[in-house]
């Protein structure tokens, strides 16, 4: 396939710059409808992804190619890019626009390359071409609609917040009611209060273009991954949404508009009982409980098992049932405390009403299971809602889980 | 203890803030001495400052549109807290459109300065941003440890060059050598010199001026009766200089230092409403 030429060269750059921040390789996968961009981190804890429809570039221009030996008819060519290469291409994102004239982006598939080619002023041609590994392919499912809190605000906003606090800040907590908005540093009960300068801002539900809080809640989450969104966005002058519930629910700050749509999907520290709890897919540090994986060919670190409870594992909340103010405690453990059992996954019907859990032990790990509800597409693709159904179906799926993911696929793509 | 103070002034916030700011070049933790009048940010020399020592002074009435303290006790109305400048010009550094400043002391989980800033937002509340820089209260029994440093019996007495072009100086000496010798004499001139086994570098200043100090109680310094050419010096750690230079974002009205030859060299930079004394000592 073969993309070229940009609309704006300064966007994609900062939406490259904005995907360095959660890892360091980034899956570049180009389809049909556009190209999208996916990072995920090594801990699992954040999930970016970046969608330029094919309107967004002057040329674009994409070619199925069938390769005979997949068992399903692959729509889209996934690679891994390592970060680092491609960064430097897009340094000064900034000046890109005023040094260069063109870019143009082409994937060679047979030989594994990625090219870049900057055509520059003054007849400078940079070309930059780039190995890619093959992979799986990544997605992700966040159902955004269920989340009964729905800020909407600009970007501008945001960072003006996110100012006050040092950039050494890892992880900051977003606390609303109906009646108020606060940002606050993240405290824990050991933390040293005598060493720590804690910042609070407080703002009123007016600031915000678009304020629905269904629930009381207070979610922390981790700055640093966030700030790359925010300077994204800033370039592109959308509003940002933030989709949000409890603590434990992942939180998804997106932007879109009619030539791109941006997701970045955080974990939140669960307040839930956490002994009882075994740490899942968000743990958040490498150094404390990790999974206890099958063998895995993909792109997740292998990690030593290990079942210590962890007072700061980041992990989404099995079902709870709405009306209860609190997560009770109980039932978070029981059901997470299923999980780590032996082999089986939990029952179901939790996985296809909330968000898939990727417990130590599930397969679904292995592909880090969210799919993107198809109202996230809707800008681009709507009318193509079953081709784009079929490219999820193709990504998601792999040999040796298909039966797993038939329990999966009831939940709309 | 009570302390309760609020700035509207937006001048007098940013002016304050430049102040915080100078300090927190100076001093990784420093003493927060406030009484009715004034507020004091004190280093004191002990070893683990390298030996340099400041004392800034402020009248609170200059920056405070409301100022509220109640010291330890009635006859000690004063409040010594240790903390962190950095911390504080932080909290400071997004203020520059603030409607207020408001700082307070508490003690939720700590003793903490509290300082809230006001900000102008676009709904009809304000944006409130509060910060809670941790302090240590210092108890009566240290407090003789931060009493204010005495002019010392110099040798020479300076006005400085322009703050500007010294400030360069030393920062490309700082490349070449970890200290730097000042001498200056009596007739306005002063040297900054540093060596080292491949180079040596001076940088000459002339027509600078002394201030005339007058002798108290008829004594005499040793300043005078000093012949004029003689040059007074002390070798002193380059980076305490750069720091003290680096920090001043303003030029000082008036900017002076004082050698002690071969043990101290003491600055004083006096700003309108605000003096900054920093001491720093040679290296035997």
């Known amino acids: 396939c073969i993309l070229q030429c940009f609309l704006s060269l300064a966007v994609f750059g900062k939406a490259i710059h904005a995907i360095a921040r959660i890892s360091d390789d980034f899956w570049f996968d180009p389809v049909e409808k556009g190209l999208a961009l996916r990072s995920v981190n090594s801990s699992r804890s954040a999930y970016a992804c970046v969608f330029f429809s094919s309107m967004f570039f002057q040329h674009y221009c994409w070619t199925a190619v069938s390769q005979p030996c997949q068992q399903e008819k692959q729509l889209s060519l996934p690679c891994k890019l390592v970060i680092k290469s491609v960064l430097p291409v897009f340094r000064c994102a900034n000046v890109l626009e005023r040094n260069v004239e063109k870019c143009s982006i082409s994937t060679n598939p047979s030989d594994h390359h990625v090219t870049f080619q900057l055509l520059c002023r003054h007849g400078v041609v940079k070309t930059y071409n780039l190995t890619f590994q093959e992979c799986d392919p990544l997605q992700a499912v966040f159902a955004k609609h269920m989340c009964p809190n729905i800020l909407r605000v600009h970007s501008r906003l945001l960072t003006d917040v996110m100012i006050h606090f040092p950039t050494s800040q890892e992880e900051i907590t977003l606390s609303v009611t109906p009646m108020k908005v606060c940002f606050k540093s993240y405290t824990e009960e050991d933390t040293d209060f005598s060493r720590t300068m804690l910042t609070e801002i407080q703002l009123s539900p007016e600031e915000f273009d678009y304020f629905q809080v269904g629930v009381d809640s207070e979610v922390t989450f981790c700055l640093k991954e966030l700030r790359g969104l925010l300077a994204f966005s800033e370039a592109t002058s959308v509003p940002v949404s933030i989709h949000f519930d409890r603590s434990g629910r992942p939180i998804a700050f997106s932007i879109e508009d009619l030539l791109l749509e941006a997701s970045f999907i955080l974990a939140t520290l669960c307040e839930a009982e956490k002994e009882a709890a075994s740490p899942g897919p968000w743990d958040s540090k490498a150094d404390t409980a990790t999974s206890k994986q099958p063998q895995q060919k993909g792109n997740t670190p292998s990690m030593d098992s290990a079942k210590p409870p962890n007072a700061s594992a980041k992990q989404e909340v099995k079902t709870i049932p709405r009306g209860t103010e609190r997560d009770v405690p109980g039932t978070a453990g029981a059901a997470t405390a299923k999980a780590a059992g032996g082999e089986a996954t939990e029952a179901p019907y939790e996985k296809v009403r909330e968000l898939p859990i990727l417990s130590q032990n599930s397969y679904l790990y292995k592909h880090c299971i969210f799919q993107f509800h198809s109202l996230f597409f809707g800008a681009v693709s709507y009318k193509e809602k079953e081709a784009i159904g079929d490219t999820f179906q193709s990504l998601v799926t792999a040999s040796d889980t298909e039966e797993e993911f038939g329990a999966l696929q009831s939940s709309p793509v | ?284």
Not at chain 2, 187 to 207: A, C, P, W, Y
Request: glycine content about 4%; charged content about 20%; overall charge neutral.
């Open chain 2, 1 to 284: 203890m009570r302390f309760r103070a609020k700035i509207v002034d937006l001048a007098c916030l940013n002016h304050f803030s430049r102040i915080i700011n100078t300090i927190a070049k100076l001093a990784k933790t420093c003493i927060l001495r406030l009484t009715v009048c004034k507020l004091y940010f004190i280093l004191s020399d002990k070893v683990a400052n390298g030996g340099a020592s400041m004392w800034c002074e402020l009248s609170q009435g200059n920056f405070f549109d409301e100022f509220q303290m109640e010291g330890v006790a009635a006859e000690h109305n004063e409040i010594y807290l240790e903390l962190v400048p950095e911390n504080l010009s932080r909290a400071l550094k997004t203020s520059q459109s603030a409607k207020a400043v408001k700082m307070k002391l508490t003690n939720k989980h700590c003793p903490c300065l509290r300082v809230a800033v006001e900000l102008p937002s676009l709904s009809s509340s304000s944006r409130i941003v509060t910060h809670d820089i941790p302090v240590g209260v210092i108890p009566r029994r240290m407090w003789n440890d931060f009493r204010e440093p005495s002019v010392p019996d110099f040798d020479v007495s300076i006005y400085l060059p322009v703050l500007k072009t010294m400030k360069s100086v030393v920062e490309r000496m700082k490349n070449l050598s970890n200290f730097i010798v000042i001498e200056a004499n009596l007739n306005g001139e002063m040297n900054l010199k540093i060596e080292t086994d491949l180079v040596s570098v001076t940088t000459h200043f002339k027509d600078l001026g002394n201030p005339p100090w007058a002798s108290e109680d008829g004594c005499q310094s040793s300043a005078q009766g000093r012949d004029l050419e003689s040059m007074a010096e002390a070798c002193i750690d380059i980076k305490k200089l750069q720091q003290l230079l680096a920090g001043q974002q303003v030029n000082p009205t008036k900017a002076l230092c004082n050698i002690v030859h071969k043990r101290i060299v003491h600055f004083i930079l006096l700003h309108e409403e605000v003096s900054l004394q920093y001491f720093i000592p040679a290296i035997a």
